[in-house]
């Protein structure tokens, strides 16, 4: 991925494309209604992209293949779109297989083959291996899933910490993480890059207003509280900062959220330094508890009339 604003400065000559989210999730929708279709089992991963188990399909018809295959095909014919799959024993090796021949591929890693597909891997493709991770162990001589799977448990744990345990796994072609159908949410986003730097308080708090009604929205469709607001803030020269406050009591309400981003905004250079990208984020989620209902509205009409810009 790159910044819009580097594109623009290597590429003067774009065309930038407004994103169409509403009709990306609509499109998401269908998909998964196509998935249900083979099984329950379903846990997204984002809007495109989602794990099956489809065992139970498997055991009636044939093979998780078999399943693959129709999956591709039916979402091709209803939505006219191509889609990649990627067909093993576990949640590791799936991920790793549906990367393997995009945009429009279909790849097994069949369990005879699991360990010599995994010692020739290159380290950067192994799911869970960022950028960071990948450069340190390319420092400890790690390049390839052979090279990650000659280091014991200890030491692995010893440079990359619980995350040690995860690798010396995966490099034996070992995840039992079970396909869940109903993850707990742990956080809740929304963020936005401005067409060009500004540093206008006046284009940055109207933002902020409706990614606090973006949020607050989803969370009141959730039914969770947030005890914790997150701001994040990227500078024009691409510094990335976030400032956090956790509430003793929980927020849901947009005016709730709206009052904790001037104490937050106070900590950054927001409103000097020119900003190019800004976003809220909820986090600490729990389910709600309804308060009676002359506990809730007054505070919150006070709370949105004293508000200013900060």
Same mark, same amino acid.
């Given at each position: 991925?790159?910044?819009?604003?580097?594109?623009?400065?290597?590429?003067?000559?774009?065309?930038? /494309?407004?994103?169409?989210? +509403?009709?990306?999730?609509?499109?998401?929708?269908?998909?998964?209604?196509?998935?249900?279709?083979?099984?329950?089992?379903?846990? *997204? /991963?984002?809007? +495109?992209?989602?794990?099956?188990?489809?065992?139970?399909?498997?055991?009636?018809?044939?093979?998780?293949?078999?399943?693959?295959?129709?999956?591709? %095909?039916?979402?091709?014919?209803?939505?006219?779109?191509?889609?990649?799959?990627?067909?093993?024993?576990?949640?590791?090796?799936? &991920?790793?297989?549906?990367?393997?021949?995009?945009?429009?591929?279909?790849?097994?890693?069949?369990?005879?083959?699991?360990?010599?597909?995994?010692?020739?891997?290159? $380290?950067?493709?192994?799911?869970?291996?960022?950028?960071?991770?990948?450069?340190?162990?390319?420092? !400890?001589?790690?390049?390839?899933? @052979?090279?990650?799977?000659?280091?014991? #448990? $200890?030491?692995?744990?010893?440079?990359?910490?619980?995350?040690?345990?995860?690798?010396?796994?995966?490099?034996?072609?070992?995840?039992?993480?079970?396909?869940? @159908?109903?993850?707990?949410? &742990?956080?809740?986003?929304?963020?936005?890059?401005?067409?060009?730097?500004?540093?206008?308080?006046?284009?940055?708090?109207?933002?902020?207003?409706?990614?606090?009604?973006?949020?607050?929205?989803?969370?009141? #469709?959730?039914? !969770?509280?947030?005890?914790?607001?997150?701001? #994040?803030?990227?500078?024009? +020269?691409?510094?990335?900062?976030?400032?956090?406050?956790?509430?003793?009591?929980?927020?849901?309400?947009?005016?709730?959220? !709206? /009052?904790?981003?001037?104490?937050?905004?106070?900590?950054?250079?927001?409103?000097?330094?020119?900003?190019?990208?800004?976003?809220?984020? !909820? @986090?600490?989620?729990? *389910?709600?508890?309804?308060?009676?209902?002359?506990?809730?509205?007054?505070?919150?009409?006070?709370? %949105?009339?004293?508000?200013? /810009?900060?």
């Amino acid at each position: 991925a790159m910044p819009s604003s580097r594109a623009a400065r290597l590429c003067p000559d774009a065309i930038f /494309l407004r994103p169409r989210f +509403d009709a990306y999730r609509e499109v998401s929708r269908q998909i998964n209604n196509v998935f249900r279709q083979y099984t329950s089992l379903i846990e *997204p /991963l984002s809007l +495109d992209e989602a794990f099956l188990d489809v065992t139970q399909y498997a055991a009636r018809h044939g093979s998780a293949t078999e399943a693959a295959m129709q999956i591709k %095909s039916q979402i091709k014919q209803e939505l006219d779109l191509t889609a990649s799959a990627g067909v093993s024993y576990n949640k590791f090796l799936a &991920k790793i297989a549906s990367d393997m021949e995009k945009p429009d591929g279909l790849y097994v890693i069949r369990p005879e083959a699991a360990e010599q597909f995994i010692e020739q891997l290159e $380290i950067r493709k192994f799911f869970g291996v960022g950028r960071v991770t990948e450069q340190k162990m390319h420092a !400890l001589g790690i390049y390839r899933g @052979a090279d990650l799977k000659r280091l014991s #448990k $200890i030491q692995l744990q010893t440079h990359f910490g619980q995350s040690g345990g995860y690798y010396y796994n995966i490099a034996r072609g070992i995840d039992e993480r079970p396909v869940k @159908a109903h993850r707990q949410r &742990k956080s809740i986003g929304s963020e936005t890059t401005f067409a060009s730097n500004t540093r206008s308080k006046k284009q940055i708090w109207e933002t902020l207003r409706r990614l606090a009604m973006s949020v607050a929205t989803a969370l009141e #469709k959730k039914k !969770l509280v947030a005890r914790t607001v997150t701001l #994040k803030v990227r500078y024009a +020269d691409f510094k990335l900062i976030t400032r956090s406050k956790t509430r003793r009591q929980p927020a849901q309400s947009l005016a709730e959220i !709206l /009052l904790v981003l001037p104490e937050l905004l106070k900590k950054t250079e927001v409103g000097t330094r020119p900003i190019r990208l800004i976003g809220i984020t !909820l @986090a600490s989620l729990q *389910p709600e508890t309804p308060l009676p209902e002359a506990q809730s509205l007054p505070g919150e009409v006070r709370e %949105s009339r004293q508000l200013g /810009l900060f």
